[in-house]
């Protein structure tokens, strides 16, 4: 069975970009949810979706927005990029009635 | 507010020596999950244990042990006899259910561990 995959794995940006993140789920699982790493803030939850629907959002700006397709694919969303944007955002999936997650290896952001 | 403190940010060992993860939690629920997640290089969380708010049974795995104390709100995680292998950041993750009936989890900062050979 095939992993969490994520792509690009490493993105380079500039300031006030946007830039469009992919995370395709072990086949069979529905939620995917989006965090993102720094060092020293650990992760921090973005959201989550479950069926092409947004259940859980955390504590980031509008800048930061995701969906899900119909096939439990997402993608995640970032808007006019900020230089604290940098960090590697992680895609985990998880299947029914399965609290734990599986995570994809991250795309690494850099904003200059 | 459920919050996961890991007060160590890095720990270096040698080669054969034990080491000792801590992880302090805190939430209002009394169901929740615990977790540890190890991150190698690669940069993929891979899962390493999960336990009920209900079990507080310690687990060991191999070299790798797990204490859970719901009296301190700890859930500790020990490597006995550590390889560079182990090498790795850790997290400790507290998982638990919203309003909405679904998980939402909170992690840790992670301790990075180097294990010298």
């Known amino acids: 069975k095939a992993g969490v995959t994520q792509t690009p794995r490493y993105l380079i940006k500039t300031r006030g970009q946007q830039v469009t993140l992919s995370c395709s789920p072990i086949?069979?699982?529905?939620?995917v949810s989006w965090y993102q790493q720094t060092p020293g803030q650990g992760l921090q939850f973005l959201f989550e979706?479950?069926?092409?629907?947004?259940?859980n959002k955390g504590n980031f700006p509008g800048r930061f927005s995701g969906r899900q397709f119909s096939n439990s694919r997402s993608e995640m969303n970032v808007s006019t990029l900020e230089l604290g944007d940098s960090a590697l955002y992680l895609c985990?999936?998880?299947?029914?009635?399965?609290?734990?997650?599986?995570f994809g290896s991250g795309t690494q952001l850099s904003v200059l | 507010a459920q919050k996961v403190t890991q007060a160590q940010t890095e720990i270096s060992v040698v080669e054969k020596e034990d080491v000792t993860l801590d992880c302090v939690y805190e939430t209002r629920d009394t169901t929740y999950y615990l977790f540890w997640y190890k991150q190698p290089p690669s940069g993929e969380l891979v899962f390493l244990i999960r336990r009920n708010s209900f079990d507080e049974q310690n687990e060991i795995s191999g070299r790798y042990s797990w204490n859970f104390q719901k009296s301190t709100s700890s859930f500790n995680f020990t490597i006995t006899a550590s390889q560079v292998v182990d090498s790795a950041v850790y997290f400790c993750?507290?998982?638990?259910?919203?309003?909405?009936?679904?998980?939402?989890?909170?992690f840790g900062t992670g301790t990075r561990l180097k294990v010298l050979a």
């Open positions: 993750a507290l998982s638990g259910y919203t309003t909405s009936g679904t998980y939402k989890y909170i």
């Open positions: 979706y479950f069926s092409e629907t947004q259940r």
């Open positions: 086949s069979g699982h529905r939620s």
């Open positions: 985990a999936s998880s299947g029914p009635g399965e609290e734990k997650l599986f």
